[in-house]
């Protein structure tokens, strides 16, 4: 970790099956996550060749708080995106973050492709090669189960696996993590599929001996309090992210049937409280995070006269708007059937449903048909969107393969752009709440709602306080940053606020100031920038489809002209900031160049 | 006449209400074993059956009479009052033989400092439970 003198990489070459650790004393300056992950992408990242060429790298990574510290528990995955063909970010936690952390290594890195199918198994002792040709064609419950059975450490190790979407490279496929969390966006499956990776095994079998005691025991008990005993978290815990859905609607801000509405009739029938009340079995947790906010809802399903199947399926807001409102399907048991088979076909939920939704306007609007489906689809028949998840799999027919390349593909396609609810080029997230959900989720690194938390912004600024919009997004982008740099759930962003983090990180024989995380904070979100320019993405080019202007938020309707002089805004602050960033964080000529 | 303290001992009678935080086997690596990493926790949650399956606690079961110190041949280990063991790791000659003789595998071993990894029923563990699966209770108790 860290606390050693440099990062621990771990490269895996999977073409020559070698191994190799180096320590990296100047990545250090980094921290460690994302800030760390994006040093070495820039170093790997193939922008002139085949996304799915296999010199492409795979970067996961780890902070130094991870899991010694409480809710420091993801891990970073940093790629090239087979969706948008640009910078490819994503979370996931359950027990991922403490097996890479006792591996004792910081940052994984993958290049390269094996021959024939393989999974790797990596633990404090090193990396073992093992094939995977049995696996190769098995979904993510029953590979994962294999590899739980022919691998030891069970409570100290991760399963990340893909299915066969990531084996057909379905460009939004993702990696399943233990089951319940996922690397979900931006196509990493695909990436893994390329690389005939089915999965890996990490097992954190190794032991790392706590130097100064005072500190750091205090400063655990002061945050492990904070989040167990204030309501810092609460919203987390009781019912989850789907606590949102109900206020969403009510403000107009829930993308609902293609988001042709935002709101949904029939929300109270997917709220957080009735999942909770009608469905929810149990919680689960990421390792060293107390509060357990991954719910986990029972699916029954009667298949013949009083015999029944039942399979456990975590739900949250993200799945309960992908697959639920925007498709306008209404019944739990449905819109839990749809997760647990899109998860074990190993695509990503988000961009699946949000596709779906495309898919069905299109049908009602007659820009595809029958000829093109092989179904009839209308928003709510949840039995026929399994069908069409099955489709995608199973490459039906010549529509259903154009759909493996996500709906902006399809929608340039066959028609049906304005009404494409894709930002800057990756399927949206639940909510439309207005101009700075709009723009954060088009201009983010990741294009997620995670980036700059535009949804909030718009529930708490002046609608036309253009300044302030703007300023909030890149202020919280920045933010955020450092605390991906540790890796911290953002669920917790709350908990650890700047003085936290440096407390911690004090606690830990790691000395940053405020000043020196906040500019290393400034200098990821120019990177990253930097990145995805060199990766082709066009700030100035981003498109708002039509859909988002006609439908209200809770703010009334959006129109374009405002959103694209909020554009031209962000443009001119972004263009500020790396023209300062140039004298302060440019270390090439080309670096300079690319700005 | 005063009371007689009696000794309680470790039980995880809620698994059922485990969220597999962990919270328990950080605490006993970090404030028992002064370590970081749960591999030095002596109290151990895992899943059973994946999981979709249910989270397990393989611990000290405070045995009357523990296998654990009866094979220990340096008396590291000795019956402690009420059920389970005491430890004295000056004495102990890092033989293995204790991980051995647990009948439930409840005893791990720390390969770099050449020790087992034993549960002292100092209940630290119950303290760091957010849903209060584990409990200190007395030893007699169902």
């Known amino acids: ?595 | 006449m005063s009371e007689v303290k009696t000794p309680k001992k470790l039980k995880a009678k809620k698994m059922n209400r485990c969220i597999g935080c962990i919270s328990c086997m950080l605490a006993c690596a970090r404030l028992v074993h002064h370590d970081y990493s749960p591999v030095m926790s002596a109290i151990k949650i895992r899943s059973s059956g994946g999981l979709q399956g249910k989270f397990v606690a393989d611990i000290c079961r405070g045995c009357q009479m523990p296998s654990c110190a009866l094979a220990c041949q340096t008396q590291a280990l000795i019956p402690r009052a009420g059920g389970g063991i005491k430890y004295d790791e000056e004495k102990c000659s890092g033989c293995e033989k204790c991980v051995e003789a647990c009948e439930v595998k409840a005893i791990s071993f720390d390969v770099v400092n050449r020790k087992p990894i034993v549960c002292i029923q100092c209940g630290v563990c119950t303290g760091n439970c957010p849903h209060q699966v584990l409990s200190m209770e007395d030893c007699n108790q169902c």
């Open chain 1, 1 to 595: 970790m860290l606390i050693r003198n440099g990062i621990r990489i771990l490269h895996i070459d999977l073409s020559k099956e070698e191994v190799k650790e180096t320590e990296r004393k100047d990545l250090t300056d980094y921290l460690g996550g994302i800030g760390v992950a994006i040093q070495l992408f820039k170093e790997y990242m193939q922008p002139d060749i085949d996304i799915f060429h296999e010199k492409q790298p795979i970067i996961l990574s780890v902070g130094p708080l991870e899991t010694i510290y409480p809710v420091a528990t993801k891990t970073v995955a940093v790629f090239r995106s087979p969706l948008t063909g640009e910078l490819g970010e994503s979370y996931a936690g359950l027990r991922l973050g403490l097996a890479i952390r006792f591996t004792g290594y910081d940052t994984i890195l993958i290049t390269g492709k094996a021959k024939r199918p393989v999974y790797l198994n990596i633990s404090s002792k090193g990396v073992v090669f093992r094939k995977a040709e049995p696996l190769w064609g098995l979904d993510t419950e029953e590979s994962g189960r294999i590899m739980r059975e022919m691998e030891s450490g069970s409570g100290l190790r991760s399963i990340i696996r893909i299915g066969q979407g990531g084996e057909k490279l379905i460009k939004y496929a993702g990696v399943n993590v233990d089951t319940y969390r996922h690397f979900g966006r931006l196509g990493l499956g695909a990436l893994f599929g390329s690389k005939y990776l089915k999965g890996i095994v990490i097992i954190g079998d190794g032991t790392e001996s706590i130097g100064s005691q005072k500190e750091y025991q205090k400063t655990y008990s002061e945050i492990y309090k904070r989040v167990t005993e204030t309501d810092a978290m609460e919203k987390y815990h009781d019912l989850g992210t789907t606590v949102n859905v109900l206020p969403l609607n009510d403000m107009n801000g829930l993308p609902t049937k293609n988001l042709k509405q935002s709101y949904f009739e029939d929300a109270d029938k997917v709220s957080g409280e009735a999942f909770a009340e009608e469905k929810l079995i149990r919680k689960i947790a990421c390792s060293g995070c107390p509060i357990g906010c991954i719910h986990i809802a029972l699916y029954r399903n009667q298949f013949q006269q009083l015999e029944y199947e039942y399979i456990p399926v975590a739900y949250d807001h993200e799945l309960v708007f992908a697959v639920g409102t925007f498709i306008g399907v209404k019944d739990k048991n449905t819109i839990l059937s749809i997760i647990d088979c899109i998860e074990k076909f190993g695509l990503d939920c988000i961009t699946t449903g949000v596709m779906m939704g495309w898919i069905t306007e299109a049908y009602e609007k007659g820009i595809i048909g029958q000829e093109h489906l092989e179904l009839d689809i209308r928003f709510g028949d949840g039995g026929t969107y399994l069908e069409i998840i099955h489709n995608i799999i199973n490459e039906k027919n010549n529509f259903y393969k154009d759909l493996s390349f996500g709906t902006l593909y399809a929608a340039k396609k066959y028609g049906g752009e304005d009404f494409a609810a894709v930002l800057g080029g990756h399927e949206i997230a639940g909510y439309h709440t207005g101009y700075a959900n709009l723009l954060g989720m088009a201009v983010g690194a990741r294009h997620s709602h995670l980036d700059n938390g535009g949804y909030a912004i718009d529930q708490t600024t002046e609608f036309s306080d253009h300044e302030q919009i703007i300023q909030k997004l890149i202020e919280e982008e920045i933010a955020r940053n450092i605390l991906n740099c540790l890796v911290i759930c953002l669920f917790a962003r709350n908990i650890y606020d700047i003085d936290t983090i440096i407390k911690a990180l004090a606690g830990i024989g790691i000395h940053w100031t405020e000043t020196e995380l906040k500019v290393l904070g400034k200098k990821i979100f120019y990177q990253k920038i930097q990145i995805k320019k060199a990766l082709g993405f066009d700030y100035r080019k981003i498109e708002f489809p039509k859909r988002f202007f006609e439908t209200k938020t809770l703010h009334g309707k959006m129109d374009s002209e405002t959103a694209k002089k909020l554009l031209k805004i962000y443009n001119e602050k972004i263009d500020e900031i790396c023209t300062d960033a140039i004298g302060l964080f440019a270390e090439t000529k080309q670096d300079k160049r690319l700005i």
